[in-house]
């Protein structure tokens, strides 16, 4: 290979250099841009929209080319030479189910040409400087290939997106000409979305791809399996294709992928394997290029704390920039809660990380959590500072209790009260707040005359309160008022109705809960069947949770087996003998408090339950 100069060197650097350099030189400042935040310059009405079909690398319902994903944008008309990043929402819903609270669907001209974009992201953010690029996940709506939930596919789909937006990729047009994105954006996305749209964006993020700034993953999956399994125990039947078939309306051309999705799932263990392995993005969390604003409600039922908070810890080792929203309610967008703050929020993290602007959202407070209803306090991080494991133990000697099946509500009435099938511990009335930040977790030492049952451990909160009713409609109503955020177009407004928490005054409330299959006590990926009359210790995890219980309740932990509204775990009918001495329950305790068991001192035989209780020592926690 020729030696190269250094005058040669620099004058084929200067010759590049020229040969780059725009017809139009971009202004110094954007016209978007007043000091440390965007603004509303562009007009909305005359936006740009068009569609692109991003050519991926897969082929997955084998039809001998290569799959193309559907890509919607919104985008300002900018002057030459200024250049936007881009807002992504990459999603399965667009044509079966709808975004937002309102389920809004996109709307095309007869030209196919986009005329209305889901929620409000295209409203605001186009006019202050952003595009808007509403993507269709592969086997959904207009794009080809085949939908794998969660999968490679759909992972390769949303990255193809990312990589033409930074010129590595190809894109057509409807007509079959090919369409550049170089002139008119800087190349930096952020991908934002709740449930499975956030779920891609961590699952993207964690390719590492370059051009992926920053992620707002809302009520998102981070690992499919802990979605689809509660540790090893089965949530609910044929899942997989189940939502499969609800997206995609291309199940003829992807046979393969749904046997797929049938035969590899391992739905007959439980056990966790290579279908789930390339679903879970946790383990590559080294990888993130992007920070990471993070949103869960503590009390979402359907995608579960575990969710984002192993993922916020696999982050947080890896030393990615992050923030996180907490909130009380379910499966909610916090534009649906505080939209005000939210879109504060949101608009200036998008210029952090998008726009580039040092604003000092990345130096504020980590953690926004509610802390109660209607409540947002700022804190340093999460777990709040101070929070640590502190273990307590059950008590004294032998419980025993038989899988009667019973629901929630029988499982979790009146702790003092005998209810056979169930196994229930207090303490309390506590004589100070009890602040719980973390991940809780139970020990337990039992003996099964079945090789597995389900075990199944609820942390409650006894005691009358105002709480966020999140067992209807997620914990919140939608009233028939408006508010608008960003501009409107006769055919795509920006208003929407106003949300508001449903509170209610209640005598106690599930706080947390957890399962765990006993046979996978050893390792999620292999069943160990239990022997009959032999003693195991087996941890139950419970769910990440967020709460302070009140000084004057009382906390209860309720432990039995199956849990029909949760699991498909059959009622085997199986007893269990619990050593209470060798059993611990684990909580994630800030400050310092004293829980004081509320059984009698005195030795007793509680009649139903077999349990043996004697002397308990009242249990110091640290601050």
């Known amino acids: 290979m020729p030696r190269i100069t250094p005058l040669v060197a620099a004058g084929a650097l200067v010759a590049a250099l020229a040969w780059a350099a725009p017809a139009h030189a971009a202004p110094a400042t954007p016209p978007h841009i007043r000091g440390l935040e965007t603004v509303p310059v562009y007009d909305y009405g005359t936006a740009i929209r068009e569609s692109v079909w991003v050519q991926t690398r897969d082929d997955a319902d084998l039809d001998g080319v290569p799959d193309r994903v559907a890509v919607d944008l919104v985008r300002p008309r900018t002057a030459p030479g200024v250049k936007v990043p881009v807002v992504m929402d990459a999603s399965p819903y667009y044509a079966c189910c709808g975004r937002g609270n309102e389920s809004e669907l996109k709307e095309y001209d007869a030209n196919g ?100 700034a920053t992620i707002v993953p809302i009520a998102a999956i981070s690992s499919w399996y802990d979605y689809m399994r509660y540790n090893g125990v089965l949530r609910s039947t044929d899942y997989p294709e189940y939502l499969q078939g609800v997206v995609s309306d291309r199940l003829a051309e992807c046979q393969a992928v749904t046997a797929g999705l049938d035969t590899n799932s391992a739905e007959e263990t439980g056990d966790y394997n290579g279908f789930w392995r390339v679903r879970d993005y946790r383990p590559a969390a080294r990888k993130v290029r992007a920070s990471v604003l993070v949103v869960h409600g503590v009390n979402d039922l359907n995608v579960g704390t575990p ?138 030492r039992v003996r099964v005359d079945r090789p597995t049952t389900q075990l199944t451990a609820k942390l409650v909160d006894y005691g009358t309160a105002a709480r966020v009713d999140y067992g209807r409609g997620e914990g919140v109503t939608t009233l028939a008022t408006e508010s608008c955020f960003g501009e409107s177009t006769s055919f795509d407004d920006a208003c929407y109705r106003d949300v508001a928490e449903r509170v209610v005054t209640s005598d106690y409330a599930v706080l947390t809960r957890g399962w765990q299959d006993a046979a996978h006590h050893v390792s999620l990926r292999f069943t160990t069947p239990l022997t009959p009359g032999r003693w195991y210790s087996i941890e139950v995890p419970l769910a990440a949770y967020d709460t302070t219980v009140a000084a004057g309740h009382t906390l209860g932990l309720v432990l039995t087996q199956s849990d029909a509204r949760f699991t498909e ?25 004293t829980l004081t068991p509320a059984t009698s001192a005195a030795a007793r035989t509680v009649p139903g339950t077999g349990i043996t209780a004697g002397d308990r020592p009242e249990y110091e926690l640290p601050r």
């Open 569 to 593: 775990a059959p009622n085997t009918g199986a007893t269990i003998d619990v050593d209470l001495a060798r059993s611990t329950l684990t909580l994630p305790v800030a400050g310092r408090v």
């Open 113 to 212: 040409v986009i005329t209305k974009a889901p929620l409000f992201y295209d409203n605001y953010f186009v006019p202050r400087g952003y595009a808007f690029a509403a993507v269709d996940l592969p086997g959904t709506n207009r794009s080809t290939g085949c939908e794998d939930v969660g999968g490679p596919h759909e992972v390769a789909g949303a990255k193809a997106v990312i990589d033409w937006l930074n010129g590595r990729g190809v894109a057509f047009a409807a007509d079959g000409s090919r369409v550049s994105a170089r002139a008119w954006t800087t190349g930096k996305v952020g991908m934002i979305g709740k449930s499975w749209d956030g779920s891609i964006a961590n699952g993207v993020a964690a390719t590492g791809v370059e051009g992926l």
């Open 307 to 444: 969710q984002f908070a192993k993922w916020w810890d696999a982050l947080a080792e890896a030393g990615v920039p992050r923030k996180i929203w907490l909130h009380q309610t379910g499966h909610v967008d916090p534009f649906d809660l505080d939209r005000d703050a939210w879109v504060e929020t949101l608009h200036q993290w998008f210029d952090r990380w998008l726009q580039g602007l040092p604003n000092g959202i990345d130096r504020e407070p980590r953690a926004t959590i509610e802390t109660s209803p209607g409540v947002l306090t700022p804190f340093a991080d999460w777990p709040v500072p101070g929070a640590r494991p502190t273990t307590v133990r059950l008590g004294q000697g032998i419980a025993s209790t038989t899988d009667l099946g019973l629901s929630e509500a029988a499982a979790t009435a009146d702790p003092a009260a005998t209810v056979p099938g169930r196994l229930a511990f207090q303490w309390g009335p506590l004589t100070e707040p009890l602040r719980l930040s973390g991940t809780p977790s139970v020990t337990l």
